[in-house]
């Protein structure tokens, strides 16, 4: 019998890439799978960026670099700031990881103490409360609602603030629901936080590039100084830039002394993120902005096609996402759970999807639209017919 410390015995695995798991294996058995339940955009990262990691390790690029990221990569992450968000960084305050996960890993393990609190808007990504648990932290969740959003309101905020709240995560664009929050809805929230100094704000913008209906993409950090001093800014390379399997992520600390304290137990973990994808990442960075717009168009056409198709469908009640590449659907009427729902689909029809249980809401299931038009037109023909069996009712059927 292993030995296992109580605090890995109290994590649990991650759903998302469990599904996807069973799904590849049902495909390699020859079943004739749809999945919606990527995390990742379906494309192949951009060719001048495999190039820029390809001539690295060729010309010898190949060894350990700084425990931050080489110099001339955390110099790009703040020229990004700088030029995206109007944020002046320097190198010594970027720490750039194995992806926006390892990030987020390291400022958890960086700031919390047993029995802080972490506010997490809900639905939510489901690492968030994992990672705070691990660090015995407690997670406190604000329930947002579908008619509002998925919008953390500020009075919600205010009720969820107590002295032993540490950490306020936002994630905007949102995984999985695909809320993008406007600059007034920000400075709202913003106006909260100022009333209690003691919460750093960790913000998550990994899905920062895409954004839909000319919407444009603001960082927390951005509308306000002292709240922006007290704000801990997280990105990466994989969605914007279709990098999921390089593991590039970063943080930017407007505290030096965070950035310090985590690039130095990064040296004692993973040593330094690798040494050729930062040139990828420094490329992608410097010239990735066209490909990463090509591509944000390609979802949003996705997305208005799929939300529309889903939205004519009895029973089944989306939320138009207003970035990312997941659309979440409310399932209520379906009078199942989204565990046993994602189960019968994945076995009567060969569709899988995400539940939304371990996202918070067992009401939603959600579809990831980062596939082909064609895997989609089929996912929607399928679920049309099992809704249609499952739910024979002349009314809905004919919608
Ligand atoms: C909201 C959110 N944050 C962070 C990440 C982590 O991204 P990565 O570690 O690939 O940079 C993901 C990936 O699914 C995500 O959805």
């Known amino acids: 019998m292993s030995n296992l410390s109580k605090r890995v015995q109290s994590i649990t695995p991650s759903v998302t890439l469990g599904i996807e798991a069973k799904a590849k294996e049902l495909k390699a058995q020859g079943k004739d799978i749809i999945s919606l339940s990527a995390g990742e955009p379906d494309f192949d990262t951009p060719a001048f960026i495999q190039q820029a990691a390809i001539k690295a390790m060729q010309s010898g690029f190949t060894r350990y670099t700084a425990a931050a990221g080489t110099v001339e990569l955390r110099k790009a992450v703040c020229a990004k700031l700088e030029r995206d968000q109007g944020l002046k960084f320097a190198p010594d305050q970027i720490v750039v990881s194995c992806g926006a996960k390892h990030s987020l890993f390291n400022i958890f393990f960086a700031l919390l103490n047993e029995g802080d609190e972490v506010i997490i808007p809900s639905p939510f990504w489901l690492s968030y409360p994992e990672m705070a648990q691990m660090f015995g932290a407690k997670s406190v969740f604000i329930e947002t609602a579908q008619a509002s959003g998925f919008k953390v309101l500020p009075a919600a ?44 704000v960790v913000s998550d913008e990994i899905y920062e590039t895409l ?49 310090k304290a985590v690039a130095g137990f990064q040296s004692h973990s993973t040593s330094n993120p690798t040494s050729f994808a930062q040139s990828g990442g420094l490329a992608a960075l410097e010239q990735g902005a066209a490909d990463a717009k090509a591509m944000c168009e390609v979802f949003e056409k996705r997305r208005t096609w799929f939300y529309e198709q889903i939205s004519r469908l009895p029973k089944l009640k989306p939320f138009r996402p207003e970035g990312a590449f997941y659309l979440f659907v409310d399932i209520a009427e379906t009078g199942m759970g989204s565990l046993k729902l994602s189960e019968a689909l994945l076995e009567e029809i060969a569709l899988a999807v995400v539940p939304g249980l371990p996202f918070g809401s067992d009401r939603h299931i959600r579809m990831s639209f980062a596939t082909s038009e064609k895997n989609l037109e089929k996912a929607v023909l399928r679920l049309a017919g099992w809704l249609n069996k499952h739910n024979p009712h002349p009314a809905s059927a004919q919608r």
Do not use: C
Request: proline content about 6%.
């Open 157 to 200: 905020l205010e009720k969820a603030i107590t002295p032993k709240t540490k950490i306020f995560v936002i994630n905007s664009p949102s995984n999985p629901t695909g809320a993008v929050y406007s600059k007034e809805e920000l400075q709202a929230l913003v106006a909260v936080l100022k009333k209690h100094p003691h919460v750093t």
């Open 211 to 259: 954004v839909y209906d000319g919407r444009k993409h603001y960082s927390i950090a951005q509308l306000d100084p002292e709240v922006g001093a007290r704000t801990i800014l997280v990105n990466g390379m994989s969605k914007s830039y279709a990098m999921t399997g390089w593991r590039l992520g970063y943080a930017a600390f407007p505290m030096k002394d965070a950035a």
